[in-house]
């Protein structure tokens, strides 16, 4: 499996930016298919964005579509970068990994980050 490790979080004001990160472990991190879910207190985890091995597919919650963009990198990297923040969005964001297929369930993915924290104020 791949060790992920997310940074980035923080506090933020209402429509302010953030950029996530998520550094990944192993020599075959092309070969999984990533995403971005989130937990806010009390609430059920939920999915926020998912690239394709190739990046050539992106997914994202209607929540944030137009305002969050997923992106990965060849050195084991990948980004979530949040942009007009809502107080709403206040939670822990973590960082999945799947082998193959291609639905964005979180019990399909099997390698998690720790997650970080990001909290945006009104």
């Known amino acids: 499996q791949v060790q992920l490790k997310e940074s980035g979080g923080g506090l933020v004001q209402a429509g302010g930016s953030l950029r996530l990160s998520c550094a990944a472990s192993?020599?075959?991190?092309?070969?999984?298919?990533m995403a971005w879910f989130r937990q806010a207190p009390g609430k059920e985890r939920e999915f926020v964005g998912g690239?394709?091995?190739?990046?050539?597919?992106k997914y994202y919650a209607d929540s944030v579509k137009g305002r969050f963009l997923i992106s990965r990198d060849n050195a084991n990297n990948v980004y979530l970068q949040m942009n007009s923040l809502k107080p709403e969005a206040t939670a822990v964001y973590y960082c999945?990994?799947?082998?193959?297929?291609?639905?964005?369930?979180?019990?399909?993915?099997?390698?998690w980050g720790q997650g970080t924290q990001v909290t945006v104020s009104s």
């Open positions: 690239i394709s091995r190739n990046s050539d597919y």
């Open positions: 192993g020599r075959t991190f092309s070969t999984y298919v």
């Open positions: 999945a990994a799947r082998f193959c297929g291609t639905t964005m369930d979180a019990q399909d993915f099997g390698s």
